[in-house]
């Protein structure tokens, strides 16, 4: 069975999109796997999937590449918004998030942040703006829910972080019962430099919860005002939020090219 899929990507962050309200799409883990396999598949950070939705425009399904079905991404709900163009209302798991195209990318309002530790998740309670926990040189991090965990450290250089090493062995650390997206960061001149351990990815070229979130725990500690550029390896974010708000996060995208596959391949 064939169909047609979109190749995007914001920021080197990157995305298979495929409009289910067009053609059937059965999915489970092992095929959002396949597809996702950069040697034996299409190959993307994460699989986006369009059906309808009965309370927004569409209802947008993500699977990260290990086939974990998440509730949030910031830069894939950039391209939909992109491809999509006027202003749309797109339902996810972690809500429904709204967003238009501009110039060269998109605009996207990701909703208000959350930061009561059950809502992170954390297995326990704890103060989510200074976390009296740490792995090795990492310490006292804040965690915020974009809709999805985020787990942020403040260090001195974000590029000499062993992220490839440290990010695997916090991702699945037992104080995150859903598993988390691990950010290293560090201000300079009032700039975020972030990288990120995607959950169920690994490192990412970019990666917008992450930017939101980074960029709000930044604020909430005083450490820089809104808005707030954020600079990953892929390029830059502009992130808004002032406490009581919704986030706003603006920043490029790219449509690579649209294809045909046929789906029964991948199981
Ligand atoms: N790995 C994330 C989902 C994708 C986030 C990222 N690609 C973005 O742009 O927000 C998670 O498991 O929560």
């Known amino acids: 069975m064939t169909g047609r899929f979109h190749k995007m990507h914001g ?18 883990a092992a095929k959002a796997t396949a597809i996702a396999d950069r040697h034996s598949g299409i190959g993307c950070d994460q ?55 501009t110039a ?6 990701m909703g208000t942040p959350r930061f009561d530790w059950q809502a992170i998740p954390l297995a326990y309670a704890m103060d989510v703006l200074n976390m009296p926990v740490g792995w090795e040189d990492l310490q006292n991090p ?25 990010g695997p062995m916090i991702e699945v650390d037992p104080l995150f019962p859903e598993k988390v997206n691990v950010n290293v960061a560090h201000i300079a001149d009032g700039v975020i430099h972030l990288r990120v ?22 604020i909430k500690r005083g450490l820089v005002t809104s808005p707030v550029r954020v600079d990953l390896p892929g390029g830059s974010l502009t992130i808004s939020w002032t406490a009581g708000e919704s986030i706003q996060m603006q920043g490029p995208t790219t449509y690579v090219f649209s294809g045909e596959a046929d789906w029964s391949q991948f199981g």
């Open 11 to 28: 920021l080197g962050n990157d995305f298979v999109i495929v409009d289910a309200r067009e053609q059937e799409m059965e999915l489970s």
């Open 47 to 101: 699989l986006i999937i369009l059906r309808p939705s009965d309370i927004a425009d569409f209802r947008m399904q993500i699977f990260n590449a290990d086939g974990s079905e998440v509730e949030a991404c910031g830069n894939a709900s950039r391209c939909v918004a992109k491809l999509i163009g006027e202003e749309t209302r797109i339902e996810t798991k972690g809500g429904v998030i709204t967003g238009h195209a």
């Open 104 to 109: 060269d990318g998109a605009i996207v309002d």
């Open 142 to 166: 804040a965690a915020v829910n974009v809709g999805n965990p985020h787990l942020i450290f403040f260090v001195e250089d974000s590029a000499v972080v062993e992220l490839d090493r440290l």
């Open 197 to 218: 351990w995607e959950r169920g990815v690994g490192l990412t070229q970019a990666c917008g919860t992450g930017a939101c979130a980074t960029a709000v725990a930044a």
